[in-house]
């Protein structure tokens, strides 16, 4: 069965400083993909980055990046230069190619310390 | 270009009363979800629809329905609601990449 593990309940971090929250997957299915959604206490979800199984490069947007491991079914989100702004929870989701579900990790919850 | 919508915000129900969430999309996408979110448990699925008139269970379907009549639209159905149906619900919409999330629903289950 397809599966995500984010280990870091919490996590914080000083303002301008870069961190990494971690996220593992499991699948037998060679197709995939994967993604980063924050949601801030506020409650909405925004979707933050995507990596398909394919994609040889790692995918960044802006301050974020995914450090992409297949190897070892890692999927890691890179915040860089954080901002005050950037405290919210943080969710790892994995797409299943032939279903079409996805599949959320528990979340990680970051704060950013001025 | 509202995106994805949700109705209502919020709602009490005491245990056994029944409702239908509705979800509306406007950017013609054929996949939609529905979410529950529970403290320390990330999103779980409930059921999922690939297409209009299709509908599919996901990770907790029990005590829920769903219908998918018009592209748009995905209802969800609480027919005898129960205390453990407190909860956050997400609906989202799909075209094969990001999902995207109406604000959620609080209800609330006496």
């Known amino acids: 069965a397809q599966k995500i593990t984010q280990t870091q309940p919490g996590m914080f971090v000083q303002e301008k400083e870069a961190v990494t929250l971690d996220c593992t997957y499991d699948?037998?299915?060679?197709?995939?993909?994967l993604f980063w959604y924050k949601q801030p206490s506020s409650g909405e979800m925004i979707f933050l980055i995507y990596?398909?199984?394919?994609?040889?490069q790692n995918a960044t947007e802006g301050r974020y990046s995914l450090n992409f491991q297949k190897a070892r079914k890692s999927a890691n989100l890179v915040i860089s230069a954080s901002q005050l702004g950037d405290s919210a929870m943080y969710f790892c989701a994995m797409r299943d190619s032939g279903t079409y579900k996805y599949i959320f990790g528990t979340g990680t919850r970051l704060k950013v310390l001025a | 270009n509202a995106g994805v919508t949700q109705t209502p915000k919020f709602r009490v129900l005491k245990t056994g009363q029944s409702m239908t969430l509705l979800c509306a999309q406007d950017m013609n996408h054929e996949y939609m979800y529905w979410y529950r979110q529970d403290p320390g448990m990330g999103l779980r699925l409930i059921h999922y629809?690939?297409?209009?008139?299709?509908?599919a269970k996901g990770e907790v379907p029990d005590g829920y329905n769903v219908s998918r009549l018009k592209k748009q639209n995905f209802l969800l159905g609480l027919e005898s609601a129960a205390p453990s149906q407190t909860s956050v619900y997400f609906c989202?919409?799909?075209?094969?990449?990001?999902?995207?999330f109406g604000p959620g629903t609080r209800l609330t289950v006496t």
């Open positions: 990596q398909g199984s394919y994609d040889q």
């Open positions: 699948t037998s299915d060679p197709s995939y993909g």
């Open positions: 989202a919409s799909s075209d094969n990449y990001e999902q995207y």
């Open positions: 629809s690939v297409g209009e008139g299709t509908t």
